[in-house]
Structure formats: structure tokens, C-alpha cells
């Protein structure tokens, strides 16, 4: 599994939507599909910026597949951890910014 971001030039946020909507037999709620679709590019480069180590193209741009269900280039992958890669870096995040409030829950999972 990956990340679906809008990363490629030719993609937009109505293509996503229509295959989130197809993928999820048009149960999904519309707006919500919509929030996430155009957040998703922001998304993404947040997590680059903090860190987070996604598959390259030999030229160092992130490297887009088209899975299932996608009629682009949409999904960004951490080889086969994608969850894992994200789960590391924003634990990273964390640890280094005091600001962030943490229940006791939260400092254990900041242990491991």
C-alpha cells in the first residue's frame, strides 16, 4: 500500500474524487472525499518536508505509481512500510516539539 497525493500535472482533485467514489460504490461521503482529495498533495509534501523517506525516481522526485482503482499516477510509497515510514516520522515530529501535548499513552508509544 502507498499515499494517494495529486502530485502529477495531469491529475486533479475531480478525477481522485470520481475514483474514491467508484472504489468505495459511491457510499463515501462526497464532501469528506472531497476535503481529503484536495488536501492530499499538502498532505504529502508535509510529510517530505518532516522527514519522511518516500521512493525516488533516479532524478529524486517521488515516485508515483497508479494502483488499482486510480486512473493517474497517485500513489506515493515508503518501499513495502508505507504506514510504518509515515508513523516514524511523525513520531519524530513529536519528539522534537515540546509544544505538541502528550497523554500518557502517547509518551509510551514515543518510548519505542
Not at 481522485?16 to 467514489?21: I, Y
Not at 467508484?22 to 484536495?38: Q, S, T, Y
Request: hydrophobic content about 40%.
Amino acid at each position: 500500500g502507498g499515499i494517494c497525493a495529486i502530485l502529477d500535472p495531469l491529475d486533479s482533485v475531480e478525477s481522485h474524487a470520481t475514483d474514491t467514489m467508484v472504489a468505495g460504490d459511491f457510499l463515501c461521503d462526497m464532501k469528506v472525499v472531497e476535503m481529503v482529495c484536495r488536501e492530499s498533495t499538502e498532505a504529502v509534501l508535509d510529510l517530505v518536508k518532516m522527514g519522511a523517506n518516500f521512493d525516488r525516481t533516479e532524478t529524486g522526485e517521488l515516485h508515483l505509481t497508479r494502483e488499482g482503482g486510480h486512473a493517474h499516477t497517485r500513489v506515493v510509497h515508503a518501499a513495502d512500510l508505507t504506514g510504518a515510514e509515515i508513523t516514524r516520522t511523525l513520531l519524530a515530529k513529536v519528539r522534537c516539539c515540546q509544544a505538541i501535548p502528550r497523554s500518557e499513552v502517547h509518551s509510551q508509544l514515543l518510548v519505542r
